[in-house]
């Protein structure tokens, strides 16, 4: 398997490394200013977030994905902000309330992503249609708490904080998105979990012969993409005075966009969150830069379908094998012809 990680890891580097080029060329060094790259750290863990709980449904195989994300989050955030708002004050009591506001958060988006993995597993239903129905049921049930319009989060310090505060000039949102990511990667890499979750997609017909319940894994990959989409919810309300049930409506796009760049396919059975975390900050960096070019928002957008459509098509092959093959066809060394045969 490394042999098929390595390359994309080294491919993802050199992106990164060209759009920060390309980025400062253009922008004659304004690009790197520090002040430009704690906006983009800024706004990078959001997308990121989002983009975990794809990669997590669709490293389990079978179609596996999550089209609920961004929905669920804002959810998270309108119904948190109303429930909490009417038991607790932001301004006498903004420690408690912000503590309340994350629990209740998180507690709806798990729920929701128990809901997503329960019919799935239970009822049997085709991942991305059900989570495009669960999408539009959580839009609904936002815009019904809401009346359709924007929720005031309230003026909670510690909470605003989490959002807009630095540590060492560095976003403490970026911080969470990276200690989400460190600690799901471990959870990936060196527990039975995600074992079990990587064999589901490669080998389905080995997974059910190793005698795990694939329902309950199931359940708890799509609960805990439900919940990492709650921490985005939080993020969401703390840079934000207001949450509302239609807020980034083009984050579903970026978030499959960065996870198939990743290279996570839809078949399953692969995922790298270091891989997913440079695929992040490529995306970030390119849409930061097209920004300073001046292009827009609709552009924008049509890049990013076309460059997920291309990585889809990229996916269907292995380029690593088929670049090694290239090197040893045109670098291997020329063998010299055969002797001649001297006449008997």
């Not at 359940?219 to 985005?232: E, N």
Request: proline residues 5%.
């Amino acid at each position: 398997m490394k042999s098929r990680q390595d390359p994309q890891l080294l491919f993802l580097l050199g992106i990164n490394v060209l759009v920060l080029m390309a980025g400062t060329f253009l922008s004659s060094g304004s690009f790197i200013d520090p002040y430009n790259l704690q906006s983009m750290a800024g706004q990078l863990p959001e997308l990121g977030l989002l983009a975990i709980g794809v990669m997590l449904a669709m490293s389990s195989g079978n179609g596996g994905i999550d089209l609920s994300g961004i929905a669920l989050a804002n959810l998270a955030g309108v119904a948190s902000a109303l429930l909490v708002a009417g038991l607790v004050s932001a301004d006498d009591a903004p420690l408690l309330f912000t503590v309340a506001f994350i629990g209740v958060a998180l507690a709806v988006a798990l729920a929701g992503g128990i809901f997503n993995g329960l019919l799935i597993a239970r009822l049997g239903l085709t991942p991305i249609l059900c989570t495009l129905g669960t999408q539009l049921l959580f839009t609904g049930l936002a815009v019904v708490l809401s009346g359709g319009a924007s929720v005031r989060v309230g003026n909670a310090e510690p909470l605003m904080h989490i959002g807009n505060g630095l540590v060492l000039g560095v976003p403490i949102s970026f911080i969470v998105f990276c200690a989400v990511a460190v600690l799901i990667g471990a959870i990936l890499k060196f527990s039975p979990f995600g074992i079990r979750l990587f064999l589901m997609g490669t080998n389905p017909k080995a997974a059910r012969y190793a005698g795990f319940a694939q329902t309950r894994m199931l359940v708890g990959t799509y609960a805990l993409s439900g919940l990492v989409a709650g921490v985005a919810g939080v993020l969401i309300a703390s840079r934000n005075v207001n949450v509302k049930w239609d807020y980034g409506q083009s984050y579903l796009l970026i978030a499959i966009l960065i996870t198939v760049m990743a290279g996570v396919k839809p078949e399953g059975g692969y995922g790298r969150m270091t891989c997913l975390f440079l695929s992040a900050t490529a995306l970030q960096l390119l849409s930061s830069m097209l920004n300073f070019v001046g292009l827009s928002n609709f552009f924008r957008d049509c890049a990013w379908g076309l460059l997920l459509l291309m990585f889809l098509a990229i996916s269907r092959y292995d380029i690593g094998a088929a670049l090694r093959r290239a090197w040893r066809h045109f670098f291997a060394p020329v063998q010299p012809p055969p002797a001649p045969k001297s006449p008997s």
